[in-house]
């Protein structure tokens, strides 16, 4: 029996109430993934992509055309979520009327680290780059954690998420088997896309906050364009996917510089690589296990820096830093980044945010980035941003 429902029209996810516990939720530009019920569900630790392809084979015998829904962690050593829904609704991207905030009272709110000992975490990263031999970027971040006085109003948190960044990626991911507990976000950054032989990367390092005063706003746009400390975090992040793809790609087309890219909130430098596949039969699950982490959330050498953020960040990152995305049983999928999200349970949510380290960094702006990487969430929410 065919479980792939597809249909012409579409809101912004979870624009109403037909988003219910335990739904699956991944969004693009150009299309709307929304997955009711599990059909197959696993845990996977080792081999993530053989435990994909497994699933999806056992699913083709009961559906046609499935696609896998799934998580990976920022630690291999965790395990990844993947998920096949029993039914599958496939529609095209549209938009939807904006709705305000459901209002809520914060009843806790608790910062891991705070924001001063988030500024000390950036001084030590530097002593690390300019002591430790080879080390050239670290990612490190922060949580907030909220108590609220109601439960989200996850639908219209997920559509509001997606009015901020229509081009992006906003997603919704159960964690564990009674629809209480999700892994949320809308991140603005491609870590893979994989139709045929074709691959497309878009990778982003270096940002910027937006203003509301299009004058201003272009001009802090020019600014991070010419900012040679964030030229020099892109770059590193590219020069990283440059080195895992070469040696799989017949062809790779590179920019040699920069350009911008927006969110509501945010500029980003981003690099948009193109390429052409010379085994086809590395899927697009493969191919982001491949490229991460990426430099843009963990630095370089990745291991090195793993150890560093270790030493320095005092919580686990979980899925935060991780990817999702979905792929098919033909190898073709989307994969993003993980970023600009929350881990959400009930009344608690706990937000994360990360900032590029490199040589020249100033702890104070660090921090102020972060921040407002937050408010991606907070706006959501209807909550003000963090300091």
Request: aromatic share 4%.
């Amino acid at each position: 029996m065919d479980m792939l429902t597809r249909t012409t029209a579409c809101a912004a996810p979870g624009a109403n109430a037909d988003f219910r516990p335990g739904d699956t939720l991944f969004a693009t530009a150009d299309e709307v993934l929304h997955g009711r019920g599990c059909l197959l569900r696993a845990e996977a630790q080792g081999d993530v992509g053989a435990q994909a392809a497994r699933l999806l084979a056992e699913a083709a015998r009961q559906q046609a055309a499935p696609r896998l829904l799934g998580l990976l962690p920022y630690d291999p050593a965790h395990p990844a979520q993947l998920l096949i829904p029993e039914t599958l609704l496939h529609t095209p991207n549209a938009a939807a009327p904006a709705t305000a905030p459901r209002p809520t009272a914060v009843l806790r709110r608790h910062e891991l680290p705070s924001g001063a000992r988030y500024e000390e975490g950036v001084r030590a990263a530097l002593a690390r780059l300019a002591h430790e031999p080879g080390l050239r970027k670290l990612v490190l971040a922060r949580t907030l954690r909220l108590d609220l006085a109601e439960p989200i109003d996850l639908p219209g948190v997920l559509a509001r998420l997606w009015r901020g960044n229509p081009h992006g990626y906003t997603y919704a991911m159960p964690l564990g088997t009674d629809g209480g507990a999700y892994f949320i976000g809308a991140s603005p950054e491609l870590l893979v896309q994989r139709r045929g032989r074709r691959i497309y990367i878009h990778p982003l390092a270096g940002t910027a906050a937006r203003h509301p005063e299009a004058e201003r706003d272009a001009h802090q746009a020019q600014a991070l364009l010419d900012s040679p400390k964030d030229l020099r975090e892109h770059a590193v992040v590219v020069e990283a996917i440059e080195t895992v793809l070469r040696p799989l790609c017949r062809t790779l087309d590179i920019p040699a510089r920069p350009s911008l890219t927006s969110t509501a909130r945010l500029w980003h430098l981003g690099t948009p690589i193109h390429g052409e596949l010379a085994d086809a039969s590395l899927t697009a699950l493969d191919l982001a296990i491949a490229l991460h982490p990426t430099p843009a959330v963990c630095g370089l050498p990745t291991a090195q820096a793993r150890q560093a953020i270790a030493d320095i960040e005092p919580f686990e990152r979980g899925y935060f830093a991780g990817a999702v995305g979905w792929c098919d049983a033909h190898g073709d999928g989307v994969w993003s980044v993980a970023i600009r999200c929350a881990h959400t349970h009930a009344r608690r949510l706990t937000l994360y945010a990360g900032a590029g380290i490199v040589p020249g960094s100033v702890p104070a702006l660090e921090r102020t980035e972060t921040g407002n990487k937050l408010r991606t969430i907070l706006d959501a929410l209807g909550l003000e941003a963090a300091a």
